[in-house]
């Protein structure tokens, strides 16, 4: 039989046989519940939600809010985003105040049965798509919330399955926050370990010192610590196992090669202020500069101390973003001895790799919910 047929999904939990059931969202939700606003409150906008997770709010007062403060929120609501609903900035409400006012670009659901079970359906990709064939619009489609009402989907017809899936995105969601938490305190942490362990504005050392190191730091441009080098065109080349990068990150692999050292990627023309730290072998294309150290110059001190210039701030076009060479090499910066270089070097990398363990972590775990959602759904 065959899994439409059947109207059940291809993963369950144990002692669930029963065939799902085909429902109206206006049959499983209260759709946009009226009230009245409090006085003061704090205000959920578009911008507020990023994935599942509210990520800001700001203090507004009723006189002086936005026309489209008009939601307001109680424990384990659920706030659909109609305006360009394939970002899926989707949020269960499950804090216990009374304050929260959430912007008209969603549709607020108050769920008959198990909150975090809707919330997650929502979230299913084919949902998504049947959402964008009823939007209108093409840069920023959008969806009404009666057309939202009207969609119909497939539920458990046990509340009690209901409420295992719920609990079980829940937790692999709750995963996946608390990575995103530890990636921003670590990102956080670094900023400040730049402005303390590298010296400010004119200063010829920094306000704090690894152990052990006295001498005083010197200035010298870049062109006097580094390599400014040109990427090249790769379309002549054939695949292989070299990466090759743009001013985005990796692009393909190729059998060519520009460094055998390892290098520091800057961009050219577009994206400007997004050093890339590039693993010998590797090629990089027209738009991205890749520096190469000279002796007694640590790479990765190079790369932290690179990406702590603004380097919008020196972008010489009128329109596209452009650094030249010769902007690159003119830039002054302090530098300590090599050995006190590589001590830095050392903890930004650490910190550097801790980060990019939790990036993967989130990539991978994205995946899996991507995965489990399409077979845990109809």
């Known amino acids: 039989m065959s899994e439409e047929t059947k109207k059940a999904p291809v993963i369950r939990f144990k002692g669930f046989f029963d065939d799902w059931e085909q429902r109206k969202l206006k049959d499983l939700a209260l759709f946009n519940p009226k009230s009245i606003l409090p006085e003061e409150f704090e205000y959920v906008d578009l911008e507020s939600v990023s994935g599942t997770t509210m990520v800001s709010h700001r203090t507004e007062t009723n006189g002086n809010a936005p026309s489209r403060a008009q939601r307001l929120a109680i424990k384990g609501d659920v706030f659909y985003q109609t305006v360009r609903p394939y970002q899926k900035n989707n949020y269960l409400f499950d804090l216990p105040y009374d304050n929260y006012v959430f912007s008209t670009g969603y549709a607020q659901l108050r769920p008959y049965g198990d909150s975090y079970f809707l919330l997650s359906r929502l979230q299913e990709e084919r949902f998504v798509l049947n959402v964008l064939d009823r939007s209108t619009g093409t840069s920023y489609p959008a969806i009404n919330s009666n057309d939202l009402a009207q969609i119909e989907i497939n539920v458990p017809s046990q509340t009690e399955e209901q409420s295992k899936i719920g609990a079980f995105f829940k937790q692999l969601d709750n995963t996946i926050a608390l990575h995103l938490c530890k990636q921003r305190k670590l990102n956080q942490l670094k900023q400040s370990l730049m402005r303390e362990i590298l010296p400010q504005s004119d200063s010829f050392s920094p306000h704090l010192r690894l152990a052990n190191f006295r001498d005083p730091w010197e200035k010298h441009q870049l062109k006097e610590v580094l390599k ?151």
């Open 228 to 378: 400014v080098n040109s990427g090249r065109d790769y379309k002549h080349l054939d695949k292989g196992n070299i990466p090759v990068y743009g001013t985005g990150g990796y692009m393909l692999s190729v059998d060519g090669k520009l460094s055998d050292i390892d290098g520091i990627g800057l961009g050219r023309k577009g994206t400007i202020d997004k050093p890339q730290y590039l693993k010998a072998p590797f090629w990089t294309v027209d738009t991205l500069f890749y520096l190469t150290p000279f002796p007694n110059y640590d790479i990765y001190f190079l790369y932290t101390l690179i990406q702590s210039i603004n380097w919008k701030s020196m972008d010489e076009s009128t329109g596209v973003p452009s650094l030249s060479k010769s902007v690159i090499e003119r830039v002054t910066l302090t530098f300590p001895v090599l050995e006190e270089q590589q001590k830095i070097g050392s903890v930004f990398k650490q910190l550097d790799d801790t980060i990019i363990l939790h990036q993967k972590k989130v990539a991978h775990l994205k995946t899996l919910k991507c995965t489990l959602l399409n077979k845990m759904f109809i």
